[in-house]
């Protein structure tokens, strides 16, 4: 005991100081190193990788060698990832990746993956890891404002530039590079995915109901809603989360495409306006037939009311096949999709335009992207990654060497997204992470009726008066 | 004849053994005695003794929040650098609609979830007092939803709450013939759920608290009551809770400090929703400077808890200090 | 106990007993309602909630298992050994100092400890990050125990303060007189004596490190330092969906551990509350 407490006494001591000491270097830290950082980003990269491969080769280190046809320092290299889930195919093809890499390249390459499935959470550490210069190699996070002051810092990189100095740009799909890109429209992010939205629907629900087609207009949309709720079912099954801002976005959308929420998340036209309000009415007259409750429902919960036959529709996407088809990856008898309706002959959108993006993106450090072995296995990675997409369950962003594999769902919505025009971009990403919020606390109301469209726009306009326009 | 003489509590029965040693060691050097001998080493002891503890509590608790606090008059997003702007992030915070509503709903929560656990402590625990058998069981029972993590707890009763599938509320609902409400999707209910869920989860812990205090009582008084033919509600309420007077107030000072800064039911449970009915200061401090990114307002943020705790927690002292002196 | 029960007939008392049953009922249900849950199959977890299994199906608990649910129970339990240890080895020496050792910035320096407790720790974890990050204590244990090392401490010292102020100083005075230092007096009479406030202390604060949530999540990035509560999200899928199943069963798994020490500790703390927490 006795030992202990001096013990303590001595850590407290040490740890005092230490702190007083860190206290100190990080506040000199913040402003300065980053801007070192910039240019390597930005331009020598290029320069740094292409000389990359001869260096390789040149290089004195015993180590540096080529295996299986692919580059490598050979050295210990690990690269520190922060992912939403461990569950889902497309990280599962990442690691598998990781390890043929291993195995045939670098046995010396790790990744560590970290992860944060509650969105809070995971924004909680990467806004305190980014405020102590301390950003992972690898994140996912949307490309939202606080993106835009990492990317304006230099701390992110440039992924365009990478898939360019690989040559692998052009085996995209146009909106897996689109979707995760400033608003100057470069690649800023990884697509993982190729995902399309679209309701599921029970067709046993609809039967009961008399529907004998799928709606193709909103008008249409309501007519089925309320029939099935005449039949004591739930029309529409929804959870508490960003699914709802869809619906508050389907209106707008199809009324002006993105012209809409661009120019009100950067102040120019103001949510009060006559667009705005189309959304918002058009939020709370679907509103009552979601389930009751559903503000804190979840996604697998409510997903399973239409598989069971309680809830008529779902709206959702391409990720969601296995709760809604079978194993060979085509819909479960019951259920059928249909995509956004339309307005009328109006619209700014084609019929078949909609939700459709790369999941949420993976961004890099521009540190990392600075280093040769990321390279390298960036390189390997974008060889195996679109391939190994079907047999993991999900679609690839990229074209993959053959479409063995896939279900002819699959290659439907994988054709839809590769051809699709347009997309409509999420409300809460193109909103600035602070109105965001407000959006996110403000549409469940708005949607039980505590507020009136014009209370709600009136709060969403002083919340961009507040964050944008100060 | 229920008077209050003897109400000072005495020291519980310790290890018998060492207070017979010490005891007759009492009368051979007759008591009362003081360290008067090392007054040099008097100065020092003390701080040798509890520096340590000083020295931790400074550096992790203390040298952070001022850091911190630092940050309240910058404009700072965690990224780039930070701008000076004096008291701007303070006004900035007053005017913001939604801080000003969750003060509203967190005094709601305080005022409502401290009455609650004190008086349904309170009541628990002089029942509990009152019967003979199987208290050990009940006390391991009550004392489960404090053991429960809050991630948990919540989960289990968004579930419990859930219309569709049906959960037990609603079930019981249907069975009593009323219409099935949704609680946490209701703006006119969710605060009174977030409130009942925070006394439902704490409320066991205190109730040991006042259970411990009561049976600690002094025998003695009790029994001279009983003499003097004092009933079992007089008993109660002109004797023990009277003795127990400062335990109140230490409970009262515990559970309005800790429901001032109530975070994880109304954060897990309905994330400060529908709307902002459930938002609390600390959840939207939490969603100021993590979600929005604006750690200078959620700084200015935390300072006013700090203020308001402190101010909350000194008129309690001041009104308890003045309840006991009555009472003793 | 027995005297006050003399004053009540025993009806009242079966009444008494009955309420507090009802309660303890109510109090429980959650618990028991996770349990049944965690034995459902996805089918049965489908249906309304307050159903019993219709068959006892042991899959989650086998895909809890699976995960590194072992590897979560270490690193929670070394975590909250070195929070307790800690906590007890800097707060009762503090609080004896408090109490028992007239001192005259005795009042002061427990205001200055109390102040702690108004302060929210969310409001730290920038700087706390920072420093730790500096210290290289990241990934490691010590990121957990410093801070709720710290943040324990006040109310750890207040208890203990009003539980040796209790003791009679002519306990300790005699051993003065005799020359024993201070230390040997708080090593062999006082902080043996306080044996039941140890035990609150350390209850207490073992329910709220086991169930610590924040810090876990931003000082550890490496998967194999996780504690149980951050690993109770691994069931969550990419978009949010939950494996109910075998979330229920891991949290049915995490709660026994407390549960089982409460109830074997539970006479102890009752004591140590009765003397720590009522002034003389």
Redesign the interface.
Known sequence: MKRRTVMSILLSFALAIGLLAGCGGGESADGTGTETETEAADDDTAAETTAADTEAEAGSEAAATENGGYPTTGEEYEIYYIAISETGGQIQNLLDIVEMYKEQVNPNFTMTIEYITDQQARNQKIRTLAASNELPDWFTCDIDSFFNELWDAGMVANIGDIYDQLGIRDNFYPISLNYPSTDEGEVCGISWQSQSEFFYYNKDVFEAAHIDSVPKTMDELFEVCQKIQETGKVPIAMDGAWRLLRFLAFVPYRMTGNEFIEAAAAGSQPFSSEVGLAGAQFIEDIGQYFQKGWTTADSTTVAQLVVNGDAGMYYSGSWDLNIFGKENMELLDNIGIFTLPALGADDATAPTDGFYNGGTPTVISAECAAEEEFMNFFRFLWDHYNDGAFEHGYLPPGKPSSMEGASELQKELLNNYANAGSFAKCWDVVADVATSEVLLNETPSLTLGDLTPEEWAARLDEAIKQNVQQ | MCNNKGSRIHFPATNGRFRGRVCSRDIQTGGQTELKTKKSKKKIAPWLFSGPALLAYTSVVIVPIICSLGFSFYDYSGVGKRVFNGINNYVRMFRDDTFLIAIKNNLLLMAGSTAIQMVLGLVLAILLSNIRKFTNVLRVAYFVPCIISSAAICQIFSKMFSIVPEGVIPALMRLGGMEQIAFLSDSKWALAIVIILDAYKYVSMHMIIFYSALMDVDESVVEAAIVDGCGWWKLHTKIKIPMIMNIIVMELVLLINGTLKAFDISYILTKGGPGTTTELVVTYMYKTSFGMAKFGVGSAMAVFLAVESLAAVGIVRYIGNKLQRRYT | ????????RKP??VL??V???A??LV??Y??F??IT?SFKTDADL?????LLPSKIYMGHYQQALQSDLMRYFFNSFSVAVGVL??LI???A??G???SK???H??EK?MT??L??????S??????????????GLRNTYWALI??Q???G??VC?FLYKNFMS??????T??????GAS??YI??N?IF??SKNITVTILT?NF?YV??E??YA??FM???KMKT??VG?????????????GA?FAT?TL??LP??II??VL??Q???G???G????
């Open positions: 106990m027995s005297s006050s029960l003399l004053t009540m009242v008392r008494f007993f309420v507090l049953l309660v303890a109090q429980i959650p618990f309602w996770v849950s489908a249906k309304a909630a307050y240890v800690s080895a800097l707060g020496p503090a004896y100092a408090l050792m007239r001192f910035y005795a320096v200055f400890f102040l702690g407790m108004m302060i929210p969310f409001a730290c974890l920038i700087p706390m990050f920072q420093f730790y990050n500096a210290l410093i801070p090392v710290g943040f401490l006040p010292i209790r003791i009679p100083d002519s306990l005075d005699a051993a003065a007189i005799d201070h230390w708080f090593m009479i043996p004596m207490f329910v086991w169930n949530f924040t999540n931003t990035s490496a998967g149980l509560p109770l999200s691994d069931f969550v899928g990419e978009m949010g969906g939950v494996d109910w979330t949290i995490s709660m407390t549960l409460y109830a539970n006479k703390v009752i004591e509350m009765t003397a927490a009522v002034k003389s």
